[in-house]
């Protein structure tokens, strides 16, 4: 009998391997990223540009200044370099940081004060008819008096010290805090409001979480105004009343004709006005991120 011979079974070929099958990605989603890229990264290089535009006219102004004044007589102009020398010296005396610690004082009590009341009253005035039409008159009638005309008066109730200063600061600042609180009550939205009422929402809820989110961007234009105001109030009230602060550096190096002196105070004004605007600001884009800046 014959060996038969079995023919060895091919080995079973490997599947060759194949790539993972991937997610395709949306026509559209990869453009859209490069589009929010580009934005980004113009809006920041925009930002850059505005902020050397600044600094290139600050830089230019001054150096005008500086040539300018050199050329005029001393008695009727002074340029940085010489109101720098003589902030250096009334700082050193005592003089501007004693000043600045009275004017603040009475900027940010007379400021506080002005803040709440014209909050507080904007909103009932804004909200309710009955209060606008017992009181619509008399705002509008005080805040088209010339208020410093009113500031003898305030000396011969309240003397020539701190309370009356208060009080000039607090009649300056309230009213544009006021007036655009009430303004913004009054833009708000009906259909928000009827949206409240359709989920039976009370008066005090419609209030508080309605009408307050929609009027704040109002409030805080209001306060930027009023913060303004407060300091011309502030340098108002130090003129005409016991001399103190920032406002009697003016009038004392005036009187002596220290032009160079006399302007120190008069840039930390300018100074404290602008900080603070911005201080607000920056506060507003914090608390009421959704408002694009419309009156920046």
Same mark, same amino acid.
């Not at 302007?263 to 100074?271: E, F, K, Q, S, Y």
């Given at each position: 009998?014959?060996?038969?011979?079995?023919?060895?079974?091919?080995?079973?070929?490997?599947?060759?391997?194949?790539?993972?099958?991937?997610?395709?990605?949306?026509?559209?989603?990869?453009?859209?990223?490069?589009?929010?890229?580009?934005?980004?990264?113009?809006?920041?290089?925009?930002? +850059?540009?505005? +902020?050397?535009?600044?600094?290139?006219?600050?830089?230019?102004?001054?150096?005008?200044?500086?040539?300018?004044?050199?050329?005029?007589?001393?008695? *009727?102009?002074?340029?940085?370099?010489?109101?720098?020398?003589?902030?250096? @010296? /009334?700082?050193?005396?005592? @003089?501007?940081?004693?000043?600045?610690?009275?004017?603040?004082?009475?900027?940010?009590?007379?400021?506080?004060?002005?803040?709440?009341?014209?909050?507080?009253?904007?909103?009932?005035?804004?909200?309710?008819?009955?209060?606008?039409?017992?009181?619509?008159?008399?705002?509008?009638?005080?805040?088209?008096?010339?208020?410093?005309?009113?500031?003898?008066?305030?000396?011969? +109730?309240?003397?020539?010290?701190?309370?009356?200063?208060?009080?000039?600061?607090?009649?300056?600042?309230?009213?544009?805090?006021?007036?655009?609180?009430?303004?913004?009550?009054?833009?708000?939205?009906?259909?928000?409001?009827?949206?409240?009422?359709?989920?039976?929402?009370?008066?005090?809820? /419609?209030?508080?979480?309605?009408?307050?989110?929609?009027?704040?961007?109002? /409030?805080?234009?209001?306060?930027?105004?009023?913060?303004?105001?407060?300091?011309?109030?502030?340098?108002?009230?130090?003129?005409?009343?016991?001399?103190?602060?920032?406002?009697?550096?003016?009038?004392? *190096?005036?009187?002596?004709?220290?032009?160079?002196?006399?302007?120190?105070?008069?840039?930390?004004?300018?100074?404290?006005?602008?900080?603070?605007?911005?201080?607000?600001?920056?506060?507003?884009?914090?608390?009421?991120? +959704?408002?694009?800046?419309?009156?920046?």
């Amino acid at each position: 009998m014959s060996e038969q011979t079995i023919a060895p079974t091919p080995a079973p070929q490997r599947d060759k391997e194949k790539p993972m099958p991937q997610t395709p990605t949306p026509a559209g989603a990869s453009t859209d990223i490069e589009q929010l890229e580009e934005t980004t990264y113009t809006a920041s290089r925009e930002n +850059w540009v505005l +902020w050397g535009i600044r600094v290139c006219s600050v830089v230019v102004v001054l150096a005008l200044w500086e040539v300018v004044g050199r050329q005029v007589d001393p008695l *009727y102009m002074s340029y940085p370099s010489e109101i720098a020398q003589a902030a250096v @010296e /009334i700082t050193r005396n005592g @003089e501007l940081p004693r000043a600045m610690g009275s004017s603040a004082r009475t900027l940010t009590t007379g400021f506080a004060i002005a803040g709440v009341i014209g909050v507080l009253f904007g909103l009932l005035l804004g909200r309710y008819r009955r209060v606008e039409a017992a009181f619509d008159w008399m705002v509008n009638a005080l805040y088209a008096t010339p208020l410093v005309a009113l500031i003898p008066l305030v000396i011969l +109730w309240f003397g020539l010290e701190f309370k009356a200063k208060l009080v000039i600061v607090v009649l300056m600042a309230v009213f544009p805090i006021l007036i655009n609180t009430a303004s913004g009550v009054r833009d708000v939205n009906a259909a928000l409001i009827d949206v409240g009422r359709a989920f039976v929402a009370n008066e005090r809820q /419609i209030f508080t979480k309605v009408v307050m989110p929609a009027a704040l961007p109002y /409030i805080m234009t209001g306060l930027r105004l009023g913060i303004g105001r407060a300091i011309i109030g502030m340098v108002v009230a130090e003129f005409f009343t016991g001399l103190s602060g920032l406002g009697a550096l003016v009038i004392t *190096y005036g009187n002596a004709f220290r032009t160079d002196a006399m302007l120190v105070p008069v840039l930390v004004l300018m100074v404290l006005g602008v900080g603070l605007t911005a201080l607000l600001r920056w506060t507003e884009s914090r608390i009421a991120p +959704w408002k694009k800046g419309g009156d920046d």
